[in-house]
């Protein structure tokens, strides 16, 4: 396989990246607002449910000059541009039942991270790009910007169903600090629990 490359997210990544992310959490999206497996990505660019403006901590990691990984770091204070969720207009095209179901959904996702915590909001890979490494190198890369930015802690949260997911954070050195579970999630994505998980990042000497 050719040499993974992680580069800052670009506005051109955005069709791609929403690719990535509409088949990586495809049970999520489809819970939300079913529809064609095809459909999704513009579904998600169109509501403004993917980031389409550049910041400090969101990334790509590219093969062979093909962008097949994600990853968007989040922590307190960070400067973000603001967003852009043109919801009248994807209710007119998609209806508003999948539209107002989707942000309500994506919300509740939400966590917002304390300070000194640098936290993962998202890390996907594409399917067929799975077990190549892409999302070592996405953690690897996320643990380096954090350490330099003099964080303490790198934390995300998964599923408790994720076993694949669950078995690489724990080789990157990740430990699960709590389990939560909820009615509302297990409703709307059918996941009733969920890991929060924490790399504590001590200095290198």
């Known amino acids: 396989m050719s040499e993974i490359n992680i580069r800052n997210f670009r506005p051109s990544d955005l069709e791609r990246v929403a690719e990535i992310m509409a088949l990586a959490f495809e049970g999520k999206f489809q819970s939300l607002a079913p529809m064609p497996r095809e459909e999704m990505p513009r579904f998600l660019t169109e509501t403004g449910a993917v980031y389409s403006s550049p910041f400090p901590g ?13 990853l968007a770091l989040k922590w307190a204070g960070q400067k973000r541009p603001p967003g852009e969720y043109p919801i009248r207009r994807a209710a007119s095209k998609y209806g508003w039942r999948k539209v107002l ?26 399917p067929g790009f799975q077990g190549m490494g ?72």
Do not use: D
Request: charged share 25%.
């Open 101 to 126: 179901k989707l942000f309500p959904g994506l919300w509740l996702l939400e966590y917002k991270p304390k300070p000194g915590e640098c936290y993962i909001e998202h890390i996907a890979v594409m």
């Open 58 to 70: 969101y990334v790509v990691a590219e093969v062979g000059g093909e962008v097949v990984g994600v």
């Open 134 to 205: 892409i999302g070592t190198r996405l953690l690897e890369f996320g643990e380096e910007f954090a350490r330099n930015n003099k964080f303490e802690r790198l934390t995300l949260h998964v599923a408790s169903s994720n076993e694949r997911a669950i078995g690489l954070y724990m080789k990157r050195g990740f430990k699960t600090e709590k389990v939560t579970r909820s009615r509302i999630t297990q409703r709307l994505f059918g996941i009733p629990e969920w890991r929060y998980m924490v790399k504590s990042l001590t200095p290198r000497m």
